[in-house]
């Protein structure tokens, strides 16, 4: 039964600041925390990390899919429909050519625990006698705590990013946690099913997965494994948060906490029977919104604090007092935050057709926000994700489309009241989308339907939504880059 593996990647910069950067990513981590209000959950190390910190209530994906584009958004602060990536990423294995992108991005080979050489080998025995390969090995971030000590007596200023992949349980490939310990923090009986079980009213046909009528993982499944999937995903959160608690404390025991930024987030969502769904693949909030978390010394924590640990291990029933920054905010407002703060110019706006500018952002700064102790709702702030679509009705590709099979795309716009859904026609030769081709649409009004259940998009007068979208949108590249005119 599975787990968790630490994949580190180094790169060494001459910042204009005297801070280390640090940032801490989790594989298909949802907002299952305690600090993001989830009761069940425990996380105290994250916890404890999120009441240092700026903490991003409505933060969301620009794809919900590693294996799209969500990853190449975040890193280059650009959109799909900017860097024309829907069906390739930054990923280990053959889509670096085995490199993990080394030497053009990082300054050293990353470091793979040796628990990575049996990924999809069979090691594990079943009922059956025979040897299955849906085993991947426990293993600890060490070898991150290894680099961290490494730069205890050089002033050289780095940046450390750190992977968890797997901390959760994969539907695909049965990743559990493999120290029942965890699984023990969540007893069968206290685990409860989604709340919104059922495909939402009038979803469009192609999100139905249920009405391709195949065995698992798409048909019915049956609720009492329902409840151990949803076991088993929150006792690997558990167990990623403790990794993730070895790490800070080390920033404290090496005398790293003081002047090093740490960043805490995932790629995308994922969804625990929520609309009947039990993968990432949508535009819904379960599947598009993610942990972010800033750590920043002496800027989101007091100045001048009494000595002592900033990040002491924590036992897993401590929940400090939180407060959150909760107007939208996206993934690709990560690179020009971190530009900034490390005393980078951080890189110009984009033009609204930037595929041939070497360097821009199409996201926001944050860091203003720090300095914030308040913040009301701003009705103008959105964010934006989108999704492909090979076809009208579903299909066995309708979750992973090659880019010469994606015909229609759905851009999706979410704000306080509303998350609103327009499937368009897109022409994969020419990355364009056609604003008058409407093939479905879903509005979901947030106040009475958090869970987005109730579509009412066959209900409502449109013109005014498909006025704002065009004029957030471009024929040639989707939708446009500004979130600020919604």
Not at 426 to 444: I, M, R, S
């Amino acid at each position: 039964s599975l787990v968790c593996r630490c994949r580190i990647y180094w790169w060494f910069k001459t910042f204009l600041t005297e801070k280390m950067y640090f940032s801490i990513i989790a594989d298909d981590l949802r907002p299952s925390l305690g600090c993001y209000g989830d009761t069940l959950a425990k996380s105290p190390n994250i916890d404890q990390l999120a009441s240092k910190s700026q903490t991003f209530l409505n933060a969301f994906a620009q794809v919900t899919s590693c294996l799209r584009s969500s990853r190449t958004s975040l890193l280059t602060s650009r959109r799909p429909d900017t860097t024309r990536v829907y069906d390739f990423v930054f990923h280990p294995g053959i889509a670096s050519n085995h490199t993990d992108d080394y030497p053009y991005s990082w300054s050293i080979p990353a470091y793979h625990p040796t628990s990575f050489i049996f990924e999809k080998k069979k090691m594990c025995k079943g009922e059956d006698g025979k040897l299955h390969a849906n085993l991947t090995m426990c293993s600890e971030c060490n070898g991150a705590v290894r680099l961290l000590k490494t730069r205890v007596s050089d002033d050289t200023p780095f940046f450390l990013a750190v992977g968890f992949h797997k901390p959760i349980y994969h539907s695909g490939s049965h990743r559990l946690p493999s120290l029942h310990e965890y699984l023990s923090l969540y007893p069968i009986d206290n685990m409860t099913l989604a709340l919104d079980p059922d495909v939402p009213i009038l979803l469009p046909l192609w999100e139905d997965v249920q009405k391709l009528n195949i065995s698992f993982p798409y048909g019915p499944i049956p609720k009492d494994f329902q409840l151990r999937i949803r076991q088993h995903y929150y006792a690997a959160v558990s167990y990623m948060d403790s990794q993730v608690g070895r790490l800070l404390s080390a920033l404290d025991e090496l005398g790293l906490a003081n002047n090093t930024v740490v960043v805490f987030t995932s790629d995308h969502g994922w969804s625990l029977g929520e609309h009947g769904e039990w993968a990432k693949y949508s535009n819904f909030d379960v599947a598009t919104r993610v942990p972010l978390i800033f750590y920043v010394p002496n800027v989101t924590t007091p100045s001048g604090q009494p000595l002592g640990y900033t990040f002491p291990f924590v036992d897993i029933f401590n929940k400090p007092e939180l407060s959150f920054k909760k107007n939208m905010v996206e993934l690709v407002d990560i690179f020009p935050t971190l530009s900034y703060m490390s005393g980078l110019i951080a890189p110009e706006p984009c033009p609204d057709f930037s595929f041939q500018e070497e360097l821009c952002t199409e996201g926001d700064n944050l860091a203003y926000t720090f300095y914030q102790s308040d913040e009301t709702k701003d009705a103008e702030k959105v964010a934006f994700s989108q999704y492909p679509r090979p076809a009208d009705t579903p299909q066995e590709n309708s979750d992973l489309p090659d880019l010469k099979d994606i015909k229609v795309m759905g851009y999706s716009v979410r704000c306080w009241y509303y998350r609103y859904t327009l499937w368009l026609g897109f022409n994969p030769k020419t990355f364009q989308v056609n604003l008058t081709d409407v093939h479905a649409g879903e509005l979901y009004m947030l106040e009475g339907d958090p869970g987005q259940d109730r579509n009412i998009y066959n209900g409502t007068d449109h013109t005014v939504m498909i006025r704002k979208l065009a004029s957030l949108s471009h024929v040639s590249s989707g939708m446009k880059r500004s979130r600020r005119r919604a």
